[in-house]
């Protein structure tokens, strides 16, 4: 049986993700060395690749004065695929501060993004661009996490019960334990639509609290929520996982036992 190739207890591919990524950071290092620095920076803003690696939000953590590249980029157009966004975003990951006005003016179009007249957004033709500017936020330092979390709270809290789910998918995929913090006052929501997001969010996070969390959603009387457990589970992985989920096979319900199923 072939076996992927290894460099000494990591794959290949491991090793060469580390190098791409140590290549990443020294580039970062000489563009923020540079006099021209964010005339340069704006330049390769445009370049759709460059766009995309980590070489510019790195760039961002290691500037003297983040607060001027982002007034600067926020002057640039925007691209198809809020590659802007995205990188202001990103660049949250290595920026231990920024100016309250950038991270409000952030923070507003991630709320923006997050709400939905029909509060289905993670359904339709929309959820992969949608999700991919969400996870954006994921990773931010402490201090924009705290900030970012505490106003999503007011849509956890918003009695529209589609409102909720939204921000819960959005909290999931940013991550962190601010978020998982807000989502476990979720446990005991009314709706067991918020309830069923709610498992899988916390699943994405998977934080110090997770498992207490699932166990407790795990005897939720709606099918639904039990289900989106199991799948939860499956993200997670590991052998607690797997003897928690041979457990839930046992589920008199189908469609549990099929996620339960498929999960392992």
């Given at each position: 049986?072939?076996?992927?190739p290894?460099?000494?207890?990591?794959?290949?591919?491991?090793?060469?993700?580390s190098?791409?990524?140590?290549?990443?950071?020294?580039?970062?290092?000489?563009?923020?060395?540079?006099?021209?620095?964010?005339k340069i920076?704006?330049?390769?803003?445009?370049n759709?690749?460059?766009?995309?690696?980590?070489?510019?939000?790195?760039?961002?953590?290691?500037v003297?004065?983040?607060?001027?590249?982002?007034?600067?980029?926020e002057?640039?157009p925007?691209?198809?695929?809020?590659?802007n966004?995205?990188?202001?975003?990103?660049?949250?990951?290595?920026?231990?501060?920024?100016?309250?006005?950038?991270?409000?003016?952030?923070?507003?179009?991630?709320?923006q993004?997050?709400?939905?007249?029909?509060?289905?957004?993670?359904?339709?033709?929309?959820?992969?661009?949608?999700?991919?500017?969400?996870?954006?936020?994921?990773?931010?330092?402490?201090?924009?996490?705290?900030?970012?979390?505490?106003?999503?709270?007011?849509?956890l809290?918003?009695?529209?019960?589609?409102?909720?789910a939204?921000?819960?998918?959005?909290?999931?995929?940013?991550?962190?334990?601010?978020?998982?913090?807000?989502?476990?006052?979720?446990?005991?929501d009314?709706?067991?639509?918020?309830?069923?997001?709610?498992?899988?969010?916390?699943?994405?996070?998977?934080g110090?609290?997770?498992?207490?969390?699932?166990?407790?959603?795990?005897?939720?009387?709606?099918r639904?929520?039990?289900?989106s457990?199991?799948?939860?589970?499956?993200e997670?992985?590991?052998?607690?996982?797997?003897?928690?989920?041979?457990?839930?096979?046992?589920?008199k319900?189908?469609?549990?036992?099929?996620?339960?199923?498929?999960?392992?």
């Amino acid at each position: 049986m072939k076996t992927s190739p290894t460099f000494g207890n990591c794959s290949l591919f491991q090793q060469l993700h580390s190098h791409l990524t140590l290549q990443e950071y020294l580039a970062a290092v000489a563009l923020a060395e540079q006099p021209d620095c964010e005339k340069i920076f704006c330049r390769a803003y445009f370049n759709p690749t460059l766009a995309e690696m980590e070489v510019l939000p790195m760039a961002l953590g290691l500037v003297r004065k983040p607060d001027d590249f982002y007034a600067a980029l926020e002057g640039l157009p925007e691209s198809l695929n809020f590659a802007n966004l995205r990188l202001r975003a990103r660049g949250l990951a290595y920026v231990y501060m920024i100016d309250q006005q950038y991270l409000q003016r952030l923070t507003n179009k991630l709320i923006q993004i997050t709400l939905n007249p029909d509060g289905n957004f993670w359904r339709n033709e929309r959820s992969s661009r949608q999700r991919e500017i969400l996870r954006s936020f994921s990773g931010v330092k402490e201090h924009a996490s705290e900030f970012i979390v505490n106003n999503m709270v007011q849509l956890l809290r918003d009695k529209n019960s589609p409102t909720r789910a939204s921000a819960v998918v959005a909290l999931g995929d940013i991550g962190g334990n601010n978020a998982e913090t807000v989502l476990l006052n979720l446990l005991n929501d009314e709706d067991d639509a918020v309830r069923a997001h709610l498992a899988e969010a916390l699943g994405r996070i998977n934080g110090q609290k997770t498992w207490d969390a699932l166990m407790f959603l795990l005897n939720d009387k709606e099918r639904s929520v039990r289900a989106s457990v199991a799948k939860a589970l499956g993200e997670i992985g590991g052998s607690s996982a797997v003897e928690i989920l041979f457990q839930v096979l046992k589920d008199k319900d189908g469609v549990v036992h099929e996620y339960a199923s498929s999960s392992l």
